[in-house]
């Protein structure tokens, strides 16, 4: 799971809990998260130029289900700390990617952003994961593939 914050102009922080992003591209290196065209969150990553991919830990569920609600006080009792360019970053995140706004795609109801990354740093806890409708944890790894 990952959150995506953005600080926009006036300095509100604005964030929101995804399934899913994606690294897109190696060389460049690039980020892609989808938003919806309504989220206030889409409009500070327009205005700012840029936002932060918080992949969070397991311990973290809480954090995840504050910010996949729509209420306005997301970062009231979440520890954050605001980075040198403005974005916002979500204390102990697994890792935290910060990007600037490389592009905007539109498709459909939502609008595809892309993040060329300025910084990164991460730990080394279990990530937290939401599949079919729950969270859910990493199981034992595979045996190698029969040759």
Sequence with gaps: MAVVTATDT????HGLTLT????????PPL????????????????????FCINYLAQSQRAISDV???RSGAKFRNV????????Q??????LAVIECTLHER??????SIVIGRPVAMHGGDEEPLIHFRGAYRRIGAPLPPAAA
């Design 79 to 86: 520890a954050h700390r605001i980075r040198p360019s403005g």
């Design 10 to 13: 006036d300095g509100h922080l």
């Design 31 to 50: 980020f892609l998260a989808c938003l919806a065209d309504s989220s206030e969150t889409l409009g500070a990553v327009l205005r700012s130029g840029g």
């Design 105 to 110: 795609l539109q498709a459909g109801d939502h």
């Design 88 to 93: 916002v970053e979500i204390a102990g995140a």
């Design 67 to 69: 910010f996949a609600t």
């Design 20 to 27: 899913s992003v994606t690294s897109l591209s190696l060389s």
